[in-house]
């Protein structure tokens, strides 16, 4: 039976996104979030599918899951503080265009740093050379995400953080794709990390061409040298203000962080989860099969989830996608086979896809203006952070598989589902007025 309020929304969602000012809104988002396809094409099998296996090669299978939690702990973690920093340098930067030089030169020197994963002679030097990419991607992606507070009005945002949401699903899909073809047709590491390194090019490219200037602040509010950007003085600003920020940006931020410390485990794992879980002979395949379907969905949730909000507001859809998630990473826990799994896949892949859209829409709209880079740097300390934390699961799952092989995931993911519940708190605590779009 159709559900009313369903019909209504869907309808007014078509209608929304058939006219014409929607449709512009539409082109332009697709412009200027261009270079979130390059992030999503170059971290999504990077960490999934060829960074475990990177680990694989330099250490002992019985602390594989510590060492991938170790590098993914250090690398994203320290890559978290350099977000801030990076951010407010782009919006006070006095460049005639403050946020393509945060963008271009840093992904620029990336490239050989990708490149060099492949080579590093031990796990260590695996470590510097994942920690240095981060920090490289981390200062263009603070500029990055501010383009929509930028360039969007208010009003447009949950649908231009849908196609943002939307590009980091196709990245995950041409990511996935181009590396599954290669390691199905026998190419080498180096020319599935090559490819890697190409999407990185190609993004900075597209965005230089693209992207409409970002004009500098008031000179008052300029930086007057690089000295002032990294002064002892303007560190401290950078991350004195988060405690100064507004109380619903706090709780969203909150809530990013709880919310992607469930979800990111899954990723983090999947590969050993499919290995030791299903005996899958050739995880990378099955992975890239599973993970192709799952983007689809999220592609799915991140575009209906961003349009429902503008209509009704952030909150509520914060809400349906908890609600969704939970169930659907307890699932992932207890699925005996493959074929079962799918449902609690697709539950969280549409769970995370819509949340990614939402979440940022909220996040947008409580931004100062001008601060749109150094205040999304204090959204992706949680994003980073939570990436950070989920590679503390890693000790779990060495040590469960040592007592308690055959229950690994189903410890490990229920442990996931209970922290992605807690978001429910910050997000109780959200004043539904400011949660709304003007």
Aim: aromatic letters at 10%.
């Amino acid at each position: 039976m159709t559900c009313p309020v369903t019909t209504v929304t869907i309808s007014n969602i078509t209608g929304s996104l058939a006219s014409r000012a929607d449709l512009s809104t539409l082109a332009f988002a697709a412009r200027i979030n261009i270079f979130g396809l390059s992030l999503s094409a170059l971290w999504t099998p990077l960490n999934t599918l060829l960074l475990p296996g990177l680990v694989q090669a330099h250490v002992p299978a019985i602390i594989q899951g510590s060492a991938l939690g170790l590098i993914t702990f250090l690398g994203v973690g320290i890559a978290a503080l350099v977000e801030p920093i990076a951010g407010r340098a782009s919006d006070r930067a006095p460049f005639r265009r403050r946020r393509r030089p945060f963008i271009v030169f840093p992904t620029l020197l990336a490239i050989p740093a990708v490149l060099g994963l492949v080579w590093a002679p031990g796990f260590f030097w695996l470590l510097a050379l994942y920690v240095l990419l981060q920090v490289l991607m981390n200062t263009a992606q603070a500029a990055f995400q501010a383009f929509i507070p930028d360039l969007v009005k208010r009003s447009k945002r949950g649908l231009a953080s849908g196609v943002k949401s939307g590009y980091g699903v196709l990245g995950d899909a041409v990511g996935l794709v181009g590396v599954s073809v290669l390691a199905t047709f026998g190419a080498s590491k180096p020319l599935q990390i090559g490819f890697l390194a190409f999407m990185l090019a190609l993004g900075a490219v597209l965005d230089w061409l693209w992207v409409p200037a970002v004009p500098p602040l008031p000179p008052a509010r300029q930086a007057n040298s690089w000295l002032d950007l990294l002064s002892i003085s303007a560190l401290r600003d950078s991350f004195s203000r988060l405690f100064s920020a507004p109380r619903p940006f706090q709780l969203g931020v909150g809530m990013r962080f709880l919310f992607l410390l469930g979800a990111f485990p899954v990723e983090t794992f999947l590969l050993y989860y499919l290995e030791t879980r299903f005996g899958i002979q050739h995880p990378i395949q099955q992975a890239g099969i599973l993970l192709l379907a799952a983007i689809g969905l999220a592609a799915l949730g991140a575009g209906i989830g961003g349009a429902i909000s503008d209509r009704i507001g952030r909150k509520p859809v914060l809400w349906a996608t908890v609600l969704l998630m939970v169930p659907g990473l307890l699932g992932l826990a207890l699925a005996p086979t493959v074929p079962i799994l799918i449902v609690p896949a697709a539950m969280v892949a549409v769970s995370l896809g819509a949340f990614e859209a939402v979440n940022w829409a909220l996040l947008s709209d409580l931004i100062p203006a001008g601060s749109g880079a150094q205040f999304f740097g204090f959204a992706n300390i949680a994003t980073a952070g939570a990436g950070a934390l989920a590679g503390a699961f890693g000790p779990v799952v060495d040590l469960a598989n040592s007592y308690l092989p055959a229950g690994t995931y189903t410890l490990v993911f229920s442990l996931a589902a209970l922290v992605a519940f807690t978001s429910i708190f910050p997000l109780r605590a959200l004043n539904t007025a400011t949660t709304k779009s003007s």
